[in-house]
């Protein structure tokens, strides 16, 4: 697919994302807020007041008020090392249990409960050299976890900064995205690259930790000018380093139900498949991977009925051969930030 026809398709998604009322009538200041944040965390609140249009207290006012709230959180995560699909089924009343204990690893970077066979999906990221290791001597011993299916990654075909939640208009997300100076340009991850130097370890460390953090409290801790901060950072996010992320519930941007599907094609469809979904806005995370499943795909939707849709209409539904649906129920993981469950 040409990238002229993916940034029409783009555009036409920010006016329609399922049942979604549009952004010039009825969306909520902190909904429109959160979005902006999904496309530029960093973005100061002036910056954003004047991209939405909306007064600037209001926006600072609720933008902090969610922060603080802890309803988003900003941070940095790494692209690591390679990814793998984790599927378990857990014993009898032992879901949680079994939840806190793998999204308590700092290589598990999601986790989600779920309907279906499997009652936890998530991906964990860790280099081949120590695949086995982890697979058959730490991950079957997970307390409460009866069985563990692992699934290799091939290739990341849309990541968390990718997603659109349909919020805001098409020309409102292309001023912050120009207005980002810190944006990942894709998700790659890369083998035999060298370890950060103390200043970035610093730098990085204190980002992950808050995303949000001020120039000035960055460049005291590290120990260098704030000039050389914002190169620094600017320098580890282009390279692919570190990503910027602003996470929350879809829900609070009009997305309630999120659907995970795993699709089924043959192999003269995977590229034509990738394609369609690569291009697919209300898509937050799809990967091609190893296993039963050519394609596992996180999917945020607004009713079941939108869900029935995509499974019944999208382009991409023409060329599956068979397709395996679970619903999340909780999250316990999101972009390497832990929640309760």
């Not at 900064?161 to 100076?181: I, Y």
């Not at 992950?208 to 901060?229: I, K, M, Q, Y």
């Not at 991977?289 to 009713?303: E, K, M, P, Y």
């Amino acid at each position: 697919m040409s990238s002229s026809a993916q940034d029409s398709l783009a555009e036409a998604r920010h006016l329609r994302v399922g049942s979604q009322p549009s952004a010039t009538n009825d969306a909520s200041d902190g909904a429109r807020i959160l979005a902006a944040l999904q496309v530029h965390p960093r973005a100061s609140w002036p910056q954003i007041a004047d991209v939405l249009e909306m007064h600037e207290r209001t926006v600072a006012r609720r933008g902090q008020d969610m922060l603080d709230r802890g309803l988003v959180r900003v941070a940095a995560v790494s692209a690591g090392s390679p990814g793998t699909i984790i599927e378990a089924e857990t014993d009898r009343g032992a879901v949680r249990m079994a939840a806190k204990s793998l999204a308590a690893r700092l290589d598990v970077s999601w986790l989600h409960l779920t309907t279906g066979r499997s009652d936890l999906i998530g991906e964990i990221t860790i280099p081949d050299a120590d695949l086995a290791e982890v697979v058959i001597d730490e991950l079957q011993a997970i307390p409460g976890a009866r069985h563990v299916r692992t699934n290799p990654s091939l290739r990341y075909l849309r990541v968390a900064k990718d997603w659109d939640p349909g919020v805001l208009l098409f020309e409102e997300t292309r001023r912050l995205a120009e207005l980002n100076e810190f944006g990942t340009p894709a998700y790659e991850v890369r083998w035999n690259v060298p370890a950060l130097d103390a200043v970035d370890e610093k730098i990085s460390t204190e980002l992950a930790r808050f995303g949000r953090a001020t120039f000035v409290d960055l460049s005291r801790l590290a120990g260098v000018s704030e000039s050389t901060v914002r190169r620094r950072v600017a320098k580890l996010a282009a390279s692919g380093r570190i990503a910027l992320r602003a996470v929350f519930a879809p829900r609070l941007v009009g997305l309630p139900l999120t659907a995970i599907l795993r699709l089924s094609v043959r192999p003269r469809h995977l590229s034509e498949v990738a394609s369609l979904v690569s291009a697919e806005a209300r898509i937050r995370n799809a990967v091609i991977t190893t296993g039963r499943f050519d394609f596992l795909i996180q999917l945020d939707t607004a009713s079941r009925a939108d869900l029935q849709e995509v499974l019944s209409s999208h382009p991409m539904m023409k060329l599956v051969d068979h397709v395996e649906t679970s619903v999340v129920l909780k999250s316990a993981k999101r972009s390497r930030i832990q929640f309760d469950v």
